[in-house]
C-alpha cells in the first residue's frame, strides 16, 4: 500500500510561475525525500527532511514537513519549462524502508 | 550519475517464460533494490539485497527472485513471466539502510519489460 500520496496528480503552469506538490502519509517516519523524474528516465534526489525538520531549502526548491498532519510540500519558485518532470515523496520509515506516492506531473509551459 | 548501469533495457518476452534483468554498479554500495514502476502505483519495492548474498523481500516480491553473488551484481528473475509484470523496472543502490540519516539513493535508468 502506498505511504505517500501526492496531491495535484498533475499541474500545468507558466514558466516563472510557482509550483506548490503537496504529500500525505499514515505513519510515522525518519524522514521525507522529494525525487524527481524526467520522462524515461530514473529518478533522482531532490531534498531530503528529516522528522525533526519542518523547512529546508536548496536553490528554487522548498520543502516544508508537518508531523502532526502528516504532510509535505514541495515548492519551485520560478519554474522553467525545463522543471517539466514526475515529482515524487518518498518517506522512510524507522526502519529505513523507503516508499513512494503515486507522483505529480507538472508541466511547465515556456 | 551514480555508476548503474541495468540490462536489457528494453525486452519483450512471451508469457511463462523466464526473464532476468541485471543491475550492475560500481560504486561498491552496500545495498541494492528492484523496484517496479505501473501507472497508479508509484513505485513499489519487490526486493532488495543489504550484502552479498542477504537479500529481503519487499511490498509485491510474488512471482519475483533476486541474487546476489557479487557487490556489484543484483539479479531480478521473474520464473515465469506474466502479462501483469508488464511494467518499468527500476534498479537502486544505497551506502547504507534505506534512507535513514540521509543517505541518498540512486536509480539506474530502467528496465522497460513488456510480457505478451
Known amino acids: 500500500s502506498q505511504q505517500g500520496e501526492e496531491d495535484p496528480q498533475a499541474l500545468s503552469i507558466q514558466e516563472g510561475e510557482n509550483a506548490t506538490m503537496n504529500c500525505s502519509y499514515k505513519?510515522?517516519?525518519?524522514?521525507l525525500q522529494w525525487y524527481r523524474q524526467n520522462s524515461g528516465r530514473g529518478l533522482v534526489h531532490l531534498i531530503l527532511?528529516?522528522?525533526?525538520?519542518r523547512e529546508k531549502h536548496s536553490g528554487r526548491l522548498r520543502v516544508t514537513l508537518d508531523t502532526s498532519k502528516k504532510s509535505s510540500s514541495l515548492l519551485i519558485t520560478a519554474s522553467r519549462a525545463a522543471d517539466t518532470a514526475s515529482y515524487f515523496c518518498?518517506?522512510?520509515?524507522?526502519?529505513?524502508?523507503?516508499?513512494f506516492g503515486q507522483g505529480t506531473e507538472l508541466s511547465v509551459k515556456p | 550519475d551514480a555508476g548503474i548501469t541495468q540490462s536489457p533495457r528494453h525486452k519483450v518476452t512471451e508469457t511463462g517464460t523466464p526473464v532476468t534483468l541485471r543491475c550492475h554498479q560500481t560504486?561498491?554500495?552496500?545495498?541494492m533494490y528492484w523496484y517496479r514502476q505501473d501507472p497508479g502505483h508509484g513505485l513499489r519495492l519487490i526486493h532488495y539485497?543489504?550484502?552479498?548474498?542477504?537479500?529481503d523481500k519487499g511490498e509485491v516480491s510474488d512471482g519475483y527472485s533476486v541474487s546476489r553473488s557479487k557487490t556489484e551484481d543484483f539479479l531480478l528473475t521473474l520464473e515465469s513471466a506474466t502479462s501483469s509484470q508488464t511494467s518499468v523496472y527500476f534498479c537502486?543502490?544505497?551506502?547504507?539502510?534505506?534512507?535513514?540519516?540521509?543517505?541518498?539513493?540512486?536509480f539506474g535508468e530502467g528496465s522497460w519489460l513488456t510480457v505478451v
Open positions: 537502486a543502490i544505497s551506502e547504507i539502510a534505506g534512507a535513514v540519516s540521509g543517505n541518498t539513493i540512486y
Open positions: 505513519t510515522s517516519i525518519n524522514n
Open positions: 527532511i528529516r522528522s525533526n525538520e
Open positions: 518518498a518517506t522512510v520509515d524507522q526502519g529505513g524502508k523507503l516508499i
Open positions: 560504486e561498491n554500495h552496500r545495498y
Open positions: 539485497s543489504y550484502g552479498v548474498k542477504d537479500t
